[in-house]
Each structure stands twice: as C-alpha cells, then as structure tokens.
C-alpha cells in the first residue's frame, strides 16, 4: 500500500552505462517529479510533469530524460552516466501543480 | 526568481530544549505556498505543513508549530520540547503560483538533539 515506491532502491554502476529508474504512485495523482538530492543534502527539482505532460524541465542535460507512460508513472533514464551523476534521486507526486508533494523512499545511485 | 534561504545550516540542543528554525523566502508572486519538509536519518522525505500566501495564521501541531509572517517573508518552524527522534535535516519549500509545478527548496537545516 505504499504510496510513491521507486525500484531500485540501490544503483551501481560503471561510467558510461545507461540506467533507469522507475516511479510509480498509487494516489491518483496527476501531479509527478523527479528530484536530486546531492552528497550535500541539496535537494533540486530535475522535473515536473502534469497529466503525461512535461512542465518543468531544469536545464537538466540531455543524457537524462524521463518518461511518463501514463499518470502513475514517471520513469528516469540515464545515458552515459557520469561521476556526477552520483546522488540520490527522488520521485514525487502531488495532486496539482501547487499541492503537497509526497516523496517516494529515494533512489541511491553510485558510479564508479 | 523564487528563493528560499535556510540560514541556519546545522543546529545542535539538548533534549527538552525549544528549537526554532528559519526560513526565509522571496517571490514576486502575491499567490504561493510553503512547506516544510523531515529528512530523518533513514532519508525519506515527510511533508509537515503546507501554507498558503493568503494565510496568516500560526499553526500548532503537538509540539510543533510553525510562524508565517509576510511583512518579514518568513515561515519559521519551532519544535517545542525537543527529542531525539526530532534529529532530522528539515527543509523550507516555496512554490509559486504562477511557476507551477517548480518548487524551491532551502538548502535545508540539520538538527540534532542530544539527549
């Protein structure tokens, strides 16, 4: 019955792979976000996405791009990952745009 | 440009100690909203309250309560009594009205209550 989940939990990885993350939300939501949050605990919204649709697009480089295959899901998929890319990425949903956002449990990615 | 300063990057009490943590915002828009947010150690992320421009009043929750002034766009979070399980990073977030759906967070505040 969890709320906003997120699989994998843990991500491992060499430079250069490509990986995904995915997010699903139970809530009805229309509302879904991708954030990152770095080793500083700096949490930066990467995207917005209402109804399918994406919103807000934070000048994130082009080697990520998420994926809403309907409204309770919002997938993230990176390309040629990089040192940087190290963090912990979290999915959100909200009802509207303004609303409360709930978090899902975070996704640890590392690369090597 | 919406912003959100959290001034107070760690704070250390002891148990039973009243603890106040700021937050304060800009934003051009005359409609928004503000939130704060827990980061316990296990990391996951816990809404506490959301509140709206047009919405003055102080909030009382158990324990916490929380202080929103426009004169001085602040939105101040005091945790009355601390305890250990408050040791948490805790987050300010804005969100515009008019630049929906991009949220702002404060660099948020590291709490530790010792006991």
């Known amino acids: 019955d969890t709320a906003v989940s997120q699989t994998p939990k843990y991500l491992v990885t060499q430079m250069g792979n490509d990986k995904s993350i995915k997010c699903e939300q139970n809530?009805?939501?229309?509302?879904m976000y991708w954030y990152k949050q770095d080793s500083k605990k700096f949490l930066k919204i990467m995207f917005s996405?209402?109804?399918?649709?994406?919103?807000i697009n934070e000048t994130v480089p082009n080697r990520f791009s998420p994926k809403s295959p309907d409204k309770a899901h919002l997938n993230l998929h990176i390309n040629s990952l990089e040192l940087g890319d190290s963090a912990v990425y979290f999915c959100?949903?909200?009802?509207?745009?303004?609303?409360?956002?709930?978090f899902g449990p975070g996704t640890r990615l590392t690369v090597l | 440009a919406q912003k959100v300063t959290q001034a107070q990057t760690e704070i250390s009490v002891v148990e039973k100690e009243d603890v106040t943590l700021d937050c304060v915002y800009e934003?051009?828009?005359?409609?928004?909203?503000l939130f704060w947010y827990k980061q316990p150690p296990s990391g996951e992320l816990v809404f506490l309250i959301r509140?709206?421009?047009?919405?003055?009043q102080n909030e009382i929750s158990g324990r916490y309560s929380w202080n929103f002034q426009k004169s001085t766009s602040s939105f101040n979070f005091t945790i009355t009594a601390s305890q250990v399980v408050d040791s948490a990073v805790y987050f300010c977030?804005?969100?515009?009205?008019?630049?929906?759906?991009?949220?702002?967070f404060g660099d948020g505040t590291t709490l530790t209550v010792k006991p």
């Open positions: 959100a949903s909200s009802q509207a745009l303004t609303d409360t956002q709930y």
């Open positions: 809530l009805g939501h229309d509302t």
């Open positions: 934003t051009r828009d005359t409609t928004y909203y």
């Open positions: 996405y209402n109804n399918k649709e994406l919103i």
């Open positions: 509140r709206n421009s047009f919405d003055e």
């Open positions: 977030a804005l969100s515009e009205n008019t630049n929906a759906g991009k949220s702002t």
